[in-house]
């Protein structure tokens, strides 16, 4: 996320219980993850709305665990956000299964950008988080508003292929293709299997069938003649938590407490923000696996979960399926060039690599990074 | 029948170490999905060709920016110059400035090495 954007976790309690979701491998247990209770209250989200008045802030991320588990208080986050900070552009991770009328409603007329996630067909949706069912009556009104990208986690790499055809097929133009970073979720059998996949809804891509954002992202990424880290934490990153406190990404408040630089009332420290950036910098981004994968800008967060540093290993597998993904971007390197002069819009080709580089650092649908 | 020896033998020419180092560089900066068709194998001949002159042109403009370089250590009362000085924004810079008249690689090396950008540690002179 720029420095003008910050996320807002409205809570960390979430009404599912991925398979694959990185919250539940956090320092909380999962009870706590997804039923705390602890929501923003009024106060909070007033001092919020005038931190990101008085800080220039344009965009705002709603992001939880599941921001619309309380829907009153998201409503009236979003209210009190667009009538207290003029011109601001509201945002939403969200699994959409506790979207109701109202909210919908509010989504089209508010026009909020909605990253919906969404595993494919009912089958394999089911298999990783279930609530297919719930949220496939929206699909039209979501298609119609635009603004709506889905979210699609690799996962399991059989068949992927189909799958993203599937949700193009439901009229939703966008797909990201998000490779879950967990430690430990794929086999070796899925990297020839994710590249072969990959190359085929790259290959539709370009035949017209729909947009793979994270191709598109990947291709300017790939631009540079350096691959410069691409996560936000170290540089612009931005999140509130629940209680107010500011953190230097949305997924730092799994840690704890102990990575703020900052609270809504105060504002940011300067030299607090500055320290923790370069910590966490140095460590995971100057750190032996950095070296070993220069495509990748493996999460942070998630390597801190694991060995109770930012320096250990990043996930070997994860970091593959990245080359891999870069290896078939650069082989249709000139066919997505010409894709992108005669499909993208002037705007859309200067921004796609804005809103979506970040998002393999995790799992969205509660985890994005659009950095 | 065998054929008399004419007595010449084949001297296979090696490139100089500094026309090679020079490709190396220029190589380095070529876009990112340039490298990986070359690594993995995808770049096709007129490519590779193209590559090539991409490199050299690269490599050429980026002297021609910086003035004649010398690749050594600093000469008396000059200030040195790190590749990495154009990226990098703390650190070389001032360390470099400030006290690098004599040696400017230990000096610059320390400070530069691990900074955003830093490409190495080559020592550079004379652009001042």
């Not at chain 1, 597998?317 to 819009?345: D, G, Q």
């Not at chain 2, 026309?19 to 190396?24: A, L, P, S, V, W």
């Not at chain 2, 340039?34 to 060709?49: F, N, V």
């Not at chain 2, 050429?60 to 000469?75: I, N, P, V």
Request: charged fraction near 20%; hydrophobic fraction near 35%.
């Amino acid at each position: 996320m720029s420095m003008n954007a910050c996320y807002f976790l409205l809570t960390p309690d979430c009404n599912m219980s991925c398979r694959y979701c990185f919250q539940r491998n956090g320092v909380r247990s999962a009870k706590k993850v997804h039923a705390s209770g602890a929501v923003a209250n009024k106060q909070t989200i007033d001092r919020f709305a005038a931190f990101c008045k008085k800080n220039g802030i344009e965009r705002v991320e709603f992001f939880g665990g599941e921001p619309l588990l309380y829907k009153d208080t998201f409503l009236y986050a979003a209210r009190t956000l667009l009538d207290t900070v003029p011109g601001l552009k509201l945002g939403i991770v969200t699994n959409g299964t506790l979207i109701d009328e109202e909210i919908m409603r509010f989504f089209e007329q508010e026009n909020v950008s909605v990253l919906l996630s969404l595993d494919g067909k009912r089958s394999r949706h089911n298999l990783m988080r279930g609530g297919f069912d719930r949220i496939s009556h929206w699909f039209d009104r979501l298609v119609a508003k635009g603004q709506t990208t889905v979210a699609m986690q690799v996962s399991v790499t059989k068949g992927l292929f189909q799958h993203v055809r599937f949700i193009w097929k439901l009229g939703f133009p966008s797909v990201y293709l998000n490779v879950i970073q967990n430690y430990g979720w794929y086999q070796s059998v899925d990297i020839d299997r994710f590249e072969s996949e990959y190359d085929a809804a790259l290959q539709a891509m370009l035949a017209g069938e729909g947009k793979l954002v994270c191709a598109i992202a990947m291709h300017r990424t790939l631009e540079a003649s350096q691959y410069e880290v691409k996560c936000g934490i170290t540089q612009t990153g931005l999140a509130c938590d629940w209680q107010g406190l500011l953190y230097p990404c949305h997924r730092t408040p799994e840690l704890g407490t102990s990575f703020t630089f900052g609270d809504v009332r105060n504002g940011v420290s300067k030299r607090k923000e500055r320290l923790c950036r370069a910590r966490i910098n140095r460590q995971c981004f100057k750190s032996a696996s950095a070296s070993e994968y220069p495509l990748v800008s493996f999460c942070p967060i998630t390597v801190y979960q694991r060995n109770g540093n930012f320096s250990g290993s990043w996930s070997p597998m994860f970091c593959e399926l990245i080359n891999r993904k870069a290896k078939v971007v650069a082989k249709y390197h000139y066919e997505i060039n010409k894709y992108c002069l005669t499909n993208l819009s002037a705007v859309e080709n200067e921004n796609a690599n804005v809103d979506t580089t970040h998002l393999d650092h995790g799992v969205i649908g509660n985890c994005t990074d659009r950095q | 029948m065998k054929k008399a020896s004419t007595g010449k033998k084949t001297v296979i020419k090696k490139k100089p170490a500094v026309k090679q180092e020079r490709i190396t560089k220029g190589y380095a900066k070529l876009p990112l999905w340039a490298k990986l068709r070359i690594a993995y194998g995808m770049a096709t001949k007129t490519e590779l060709t193209e590559f090539n002159k991409m490199a050299n042109s690269i490599i050429t403009r980026s002297e021609k920016k910086m003035g004649k370089l010398k690749l050594s250590g600093c000469a008396p009362d000059t200030h040195c110059l790190f590749t990495c000085l154009q990226s990098c924004t703390e650190g070389c810079k001032s360390s470099c400035t400030s006290s690098c008249t004599k040696n400017c690689t230990s000096n610059c090396e320390d400070s530069c090495l691990g900074m955003p950008g830093c490409m190495g540690s080559v020592g550079i002179v004379g652009a001042q």
